[in-house]
């Protein structure tokens, strides 16, 4: 199995599922600055002799063909996030998102890859009137990272019927959880409410969001990997259950034992959609899945992790994180890209 992405927070997260399966897995991963300390969240799976780290970019050609040639599969999870960063770069959304994932999908045909299962987002939907949305609901992106995701998506179902490279593709609508990203809306609300500070909230509050739990993304993709018939299909992967932004900050309000903090709201942010809400009935049908954990329990096992878990200890941008050996990935064999060489002696 390969997984692009692997050091990430669905990455790293799908990683330790496989290899609790017995599974061999090959992570890529260029361990980018746009946060750091992600690392730490492969420090377990270093340690399992099924695990190979390869570090390098999903816009190395050469570096893709060499490393999928002849995988069963290939999760592809590695992504320039982030619909505000898309915003104010969007050519770096737009080669990571389209060029990367356009090399994937040529690495995985001419390597005789058996299916490859691309990450898409919900965000390809934009403002679209009709809630919930399903499969069928013409995509009308409104910002530079969701037309990158919906050109991807494009050209996944392209190769599966022009090249018959079994394809699929998983609309996430935002996920959460364990290791999720330092510049997401749980995150921060979490962060500054057990710091004592009012959350901030974009708008009135009164937009929605259908929220996902990781450990359900997992499954849905787990289930992808295997499931017959797909067909280069785009399917949504969702709660199917959407809450108020104002309500969510309630609820994580009396998680963390800290009603009194009211919010603070701060103007909405461009490209930024209204509502989210998916019908996961397709992904059910096809992929035998379906949600479980609702956004209470859900938020209830984010929040103990973040209190008791040092993988909280992520950041955007580059910084060096104290007691962190990035070192120990180096041990990983095979090491398939050169450019490991040296990798890690900045830090030792």
Known sequence: MIITGAAGFIGSNLTEHLLQEGHEVVGIDNLDDYYSGKTMFLERSIEDSNFSMVRGDILDLELMKKTMKGADAVVHL????????????????????????????????????KRVVNSSSSSVYGNIDQRPVTETDE??????????????????????????????????????????????AIRIFTERILNGLPPQIFGDGEQTRDFTYIDDVVAAIRSAMIAPDLKGAALNISGGRPITINRLVQELKEVCGRRELEPIYLPPQAGDVNHTWGDPSLAMKLLGWKPRIGIK??????????????????????????????????????????????LFSNMK
């Open 139 to 184: 995509p009308r992106p409104v910002s530079p990272y969701a037309t990158s995701k919906l050109a991807a998506e494009i050209y996944c179902r392209q190769f599966h019927e022009l090249y018959g490279l079994d394809t699929v593709s998983l609309r996430y609508f935002t996920v959460y959880g364990p290791r999720q990203r330092p510049d997401m």
């Open 78 to 113: 590695a992504a320039q996030a982030g619909v505000r960063f898309s915003v104010r770069d969007p050519l770096k959304s737009h080669m990571v998102n389209v060029v990367g994932t356009l090399n994937v999908l040529i690495a995985a045909a001419e390597g005789g890859v």
């Open 297 to 342: 329990e859900g938020l209830r096992r984010y929040v103990e992790w973040y209190r008791t878990s040092e993988e909280r200890r992520t950041y955007l941008g580059a910084q060096t994180m104290p007691g962190t050996s990035l070192a120990r990935l180096a041990i990983s064999e095979p090491l398939i890209h050169n450019q490991m060489d040296g």
